[in-house]
């Protein structure tokens, strides 16, 4: 595993994971700005059957904002990216960018700080799916 992701075995099935992460999301002030289907994506595009799996964007308008008023360029580091994903052994995984080791890279206090909040919140998130 990276120093820039942390995961979650979830306890339910793939669909209602998805559900339950963008719920639990919403609860912590998050929106999902983009869903990218990669299973279905490279079915598409390459005729490759995969796992399900999907990145979903989450952002925080509240800290994005701040983030983005003290660092113009930090854009290119957001949303914060939530995937879920099916594991070879059928169970689901939930895994989350961890935004102060990647916010971090900025190296300003005030984004440093930005980071320990948001991930203290996808932390959150992380407990209400674990298994």
Do not use: W
């Not at 979830?10 to 559900?19: E, L, P, S």
């Not at 059957?49 to 701040?66: D, F, K, M, S, T």
């Not at 660092?71 to 914060?80: M, Q, S």
């Amino acid at each position: 595993m990276s120093q820039f992701v942390f995961s979650v075995p979830a306890k339910g099935d793939f669909d209602t994971t998805v559900a339950q992460v963008t719920e639990a999301l919403k609860v912590e002030g998050f929106g999902v700005l983009t869903t990218i289907d990669v299973a279905a994506t490279l079915k598409a595009k390459l005729g490759i059957e995969g796992r399900p799996y999907v990145i979903l964007g989450a952002c925080n308008p509240r800290y994005a904002h701040q983030a983005l008023e003290a660092e113009p360029d930090i854009g290119a580091l957001l949303p914060c990216n939530v995937v879920v994903r099916t594991e070879a052994d059928g169970s689901v995984s939930v895994v989350f960018m961890d935004p102060a080791a990647v916010l971090g890279m900025v190296d300003k206090p005030q984004i440093t700080a930005l980071g320990i909040e948001v991930r203290d919140k996808l932390q959150h998130v992380a407990d209400a799916v674990r298994a």
